[in-house]
């Protein structure tokens, strides 16, 4: 079976999404690869994909009942729609996964998760649906682990977060008020910025490439490089990949999201190559 399925624009223009986690590994735009992917990733099923666009639910961080940031991104995936060319040319395809014993053991909730997947000629949608299929109401958080490609970290600004607070994991710090207009990665950085009322874009942007992160209902950004250090104590992660990559992560994170029976939450976040 393959253990993966793409999405074809046209012949320099593509999305790979692998079924475990249903993860987005590949956003080939214009012939150039969008986001990153370690080289040392284990693409098996015996860990996270490192690198795409990892799915977290129900938990970002470290979780109690699991595995830091859940269980979505380490579990079989189906495709319930395959890749079909809309009218306007657009390409999508819908992944789902739902409880079963495994989840069960460690969350006892019952739900669907709805992952529709669109690509355009110059963006990518990624468009999540999570439902509480069961007659409790529970609360969750989610996050979609977008690791962008970069050419050289040194030369990336990433905007869109001047006057939010965040919470600096790096310096132990919380309530920060970002002062600047564009951030340049040039060390270790893990914040969860809370954007609410913020507007809800964020600029990546190097000399080669600009992309426009946009969102809806995903109110927090989480903004995390490794970097050195980091980089070369993660098995599958390449001792430098910290200088390509940067993650930027739409997420609903900073509170949890309560879901009562039968209500759904749809969040989603597209990427356009400017
Ligand atoms: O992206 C933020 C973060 O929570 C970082 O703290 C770091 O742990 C990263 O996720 C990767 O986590 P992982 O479990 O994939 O190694």
Redesign the pocket.
Known sequence: MANSITLDWSENCSATIHLYGATVTSWINNGKEQLFLSSKSKMDGSK?I?GGI?LVFPN??PWEHGP??GFARISWWKIIEQPTKMSNGDVTTVLQLTDDDKTRNMWNHQFLLTYKVTLGENNLTTKLEVTNTGSEQFDFTVLL?TYFRVSDINSCKVSGFLGCNYSD?VEGTDNVSEASKEIVIDRNI?RVYRLAGQPDGHLISTPETKLMLTKINLPDT?L?NPWTEKAAA?SDFDDLGYLNMV?V?SGYVSQRKILHAGETLTCSQNITVL
Do not use: I, N, S, T
Request: proline fraction near 7%; charged fraction near 25%.
């Open positions: 996270a490192r990892p970002f961080g830091q940031h682990h994991k893990d989480v995390w993660m993650c992560e």
